[in-house]
């Protein structure tokens, strides 16, 4: 198992799909507007979400590979897929999927993307997508990922990278400290290297802008209120117990912020949505 539990990721999945930004939906869209299919590759898929919130803004039939390294996730993802579609039959290990108009048919890697990169985009997809990934990954990584999606000329449309930045209500006086704690934990190693953390979408726009793409990013943060209140505590537990590794508070000050985070409020955790397109000459 990786570190993220299924229950974790059920938790966040309506938030995720509120916050994405819908402009950059629509400019995903338009590319594909004269497409009868699409191929696409979802990077570290966890249980299939990011097809659940993409597959609207794409052609009506579409081939999906979903890649994880974590075999339990992607089993998951098979089966929540299942119960998100209104129709679905597998063929050997292929999931055929009808969702209202679309036509999508499923298919699960195991891979780790620190090592079988180039293996994950070949056959080369339409399009590369991923979402709530970026801040996992090392500006190293990065720079060789963008090279091959360059090599490659393909599009990337990715949703959900932290930026950093969060608000919470009602306020607390160690809310700063326990931000900039949990923001030095958010660049520890994920397992690709030192994490771009709250830096991603600048590091990957930055990169991919290098590489002649024409680069649209939209803010897409986390509205969390009253009726999220599972999902905030789960996060505020998250985000305690990453500021008590950093030793940057004492676990009496962590429990005294925890403590206010019990009380009905609300939260605004930042991230932001890309959509590049390679330049064509
Ligand atoms: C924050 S979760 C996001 C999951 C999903 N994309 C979503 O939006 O709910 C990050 C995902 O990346 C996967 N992951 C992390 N490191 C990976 C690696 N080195 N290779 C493949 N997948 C990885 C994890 O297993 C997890 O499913």
Known sequence: MSGFSPEWLDLREPADHRARDSELGQQLSAYFAAHTHVSVVDLGCGSGSNLRGTAKFLPDHQSWRLVDYDAQLLTLARHRLVDWAD??????????????????????????????????????????????????????????FTAALSAAGLPLYTVLSYDGRQEWQPAHPQDGRVLRAFNSHQQWDKGFGPSTGPRATAALAGLLAMHGYAVHTADSPWLLGPEDSDLRRELATGIGAAALETRELTPGEVADWLAARRDPGQATIGHSDVFATPRLD
């Not at 699960?108 to 990934?133: G, I, K, M, N, S």
């Open 87 to 144: 129709e679905s039959r597998s063929e050997g290990a292929l999931l055929r999927l009808r969702k209202e108009n679309k036509h999508i048919d499923v298919s699960f890697a195991e891979a780790d993307l620190t090592r079988d990169l180039a293996q994950v985009l070949t056959p080369a997809p339409d399009l590369v997508t991923a979402a709530a990934l970026f801040d996992l990954v090392s500006e190293p990584w990065l720079e060789l």
